[in-house]
């Protein structure tokens, strides 16, 4: 079901070539923006997903650890549509490191955590803010993790990037206003990255005040909340089903 809601507005979605930034793209599209859907390989998936879309969009390959191609994916966009009204910084990276192992969490993969999730969202939404300041209203949603807000998550490492995103969106909300910068952060999602996460899955259903696991619909929603309020800025989403509430 598509609407107009958002008709003329033009939104990047990075990381959106499956999971929650597949289905944020699909629920702006449905409500009227113009999409360009990103990954920084799944090209096939990716493409598949743009296509699918009702409303307007393009695919862009583009890895954000990469400044230039941070830079391509801006450029493509407003070479494309002319304008950039909506950031949605969802691209990410992780691997399972148990927290207590820290000879398991090497350099590399530290590194890399940190170059994807932290300074790739960063330089990305750097590159987008001139041409947001452009709209009526300008707004990124980062999507962080209840590991920013918690002592939980994949790896220490992963852990820490969520918590400075969740700052980065404080910071720049804080500075950088009329431009809006919130922030949702779910706990366990559904999602393919997780399918085989089973235990995890039935440890959050058997305990959370709301007994599943996240969904990507409702990261996706979440989002367009942010959106839609034209004077929520600053502010960080939780979206766990009241996990966080449990200690």
């Known amino acids: ?3 107009t809601e958002l008709e003329g507005k033009v939104a990047i979605v990075t990381g959106s070539s499956s999971g929650i930034g597949e289905q944020t793209a699909r629920r702006l599209s ?4 113009s999409v360009v859907v990103n990954s920084s390989s799944s090209v096939e998936a990716g493409t598949a997903v743009s296509e699918s879309l009702p409303g307007e969009s393009i695919y862009v390959q583009a890895d954000i650890s ?3 191609q941070d830079r391509a994916l801006i450029d493509t966009t407003i070479d494309r549509f002319g304008q950039l009204d909506i950031l949605i910084n969802n691209a990410g990276w992780t691997t399972v490191v148990p927290h207590g192992d820290l000879d398991a969490l090497t350099d590399d993969i530290f590194n890399k955590t940190m170059q ?4 790739g969202t960063w330089w990305l939404t750097k590159a987008a803010i001139p041409h947001l300041k452009k709209s009526d209203d300008g707004n990124v949603v980062t999507i962080t993790s209840i590991a920013g807000v918690r002592p939980v998550g994949s790896s220490m490492a992963y852990s820490m990037a969520k918590a400075s995103l969740n700052q980065m969106t404080k910071l720049l909300a804080k500075s950088y206003g009329p431009l809006r910068f919130n922030a949702v952060a779910p706990g366990l999602v559904a999602t393919p ?3 085989d996460w089973d235990v995890l899955h039935a440890a959050v259903a058997a305990s959370a005040p709301v007994p ?3 969904t990507p619909d409702d990261c996706a929603e979440a989002a367009l909340a942010l959106i839609r309020n034209r004077y929520a800025t600053g502010q960080i989403f939780v979206v766990d089903g009241g996990t966080t509430l449990l200690q």
């Not at 449905?30 to 923006?33: K, S």
């Not at 994807?116 to 300074?119: A, F, G, L, Q, R």
């Open 1 to 3: 079901m598509t609407s």
């Open 30 to 33: 449905e409500l009227g923006a």
């Open 66 to 68: 990469d400044q230039d």
């Open 116 to 119: 994807v999730n932290v300074y």
């Open 193 to 195: 990255w997780t399918a």
């Open 212 to 214: 599943r696991s996240a």
